[in-house]
């Protein structure tokens, strides 16, 4: 029900855009949100948005993610700028039914819809 599309190989400094797609069940969710998790580490939240298009972002992403949803194709995007090394991960998307203080990317218990997964590597 949901996929994700557009990881790839960067330089660090560089920056890309991560989409996905969803059947209309998951996008009707109220919350919708990326994470992440690089090789033997935990799944850590990077950013969630609500259908009202209010968006949280976590502290080591502020300032380099932006996470567009656009209601109408029911794509969400994941826009990360001035990547570092320490980006390289595989990037998942996420739905949820709860929003208010439930919609957050360091709430990943309240996310029930989860894609595959999309592989960013981020080279010196």
């Known amino acids: 029900q949901l996929k994700e599309f557009g990881g790839t190989s960067v330089q660090a400094g560089g920056s890309l855009t991560l989409s996905c797609t969803a059947s209309?069940?998951?996008?009707?969710?109220?919350?919708m949100g990326w994470f992440r998790q690089s090789p033997g580490q935990e799944r850590e939240g990077v950013a969630s948005?609500?259908?009202?298009?209010?968006?949280k972002y976590a502290d080591s992403m502020k300032g380099r993610a932006t996470i567009p949803r656009h209601n109408t194709n029911h794509t969400l995007y994941l826009r990360l700028d001035n990547l570092k090394p320490e980006d390289t991960a595989d990037y998942y998307c996420?739905?949820?039914?709860?929003?208010?203080?439930?919609?957050?990317?360091?709430?990943?218990?309240?996310?029930?819809?989860w894609g595959q997964g999309t592989r960013v590597t981020v080279s010196t």
């Open positions: 996420a739905a949820g039914q709860y929003g208010g203080d439930w919609c957050d990317p360091q709430r990943a218990s309240t996310f029930h819809y």
């Open positions: 209309p069940y998951a996008y009707n969710g109220v919350c």
């Open positions: 948005i609500e259908r009202d298009l209010s968006a």
